[in-house]
């Protein structure tokens, strides 16, 4: 969604043939907008919640070096990585990490970091 927001015409799936990308790049270039079944069946899963659904989706439960800790963990960033970027201590990386799952109720740190990104919670970082 924040893709979409941001300007986005079209959509590829990762795997994409280049024959398939080629034809998206050229209908997006004519003015077509191009989405998948899967990602139209997404929107209009999204646009038609309750907009008090919507605002909470978009405010991120997390703290601003919660998020900054996924947007590293997000280009698979090390701990001692992200440590290093924000002058912080591995074992406070590693606490926000826990802090993140937790809040955010997944298992793993790469769901914690696509749960941000699909949220657009880190859109200020990139």
């Known amino acids: 969604m924040a893709f979409i927001?941001?300007?986005?015409?079209?959509?590829a799936f990762q795997g994409a043939s280049s024959t398939e990308i080629r034809e998206i790049v050229d209908q997006a270039y004519e003015?077509?907008?191009q989405c998948s079944p899967e990602i139209t069946a997404k929107l209009f899963a999204r646009l038609?919640?309750?907009k008090a659904i919507q605002k909470s989706?978009?405010?991120s439960l997390l703290t601003r070096r919660e998020l900054e800790v996924l947007y590293y963990v997000s280009k698979d960033f090390s701990d001692r990585e992200i440590a290093t970027q924000l002058m912080?201590?591995?074992r406070t990386v590693k606490h926000h990490?826990?802090?993140s799952l937790q809040k955010l109720n997944v298992r793993y740190r790469r769901d914690a970091a696509q749960l941000a990104l699909e949220n657009g919670w880190l859109v200020i970082f990139g």
């Open 57 to 59: 989706r978009e405010k």
């Open 48 to 50: 038609s919640q309750p």
């Open 31 to 33: 003015g077509s907008f």
């Open 5 to 11: 927001e941001a300007g986005a015409h079209a959509y």
């Open 97 to 99: 990490v826990h802090n």
């Open 88 to 90: 912080i201590e591995v």
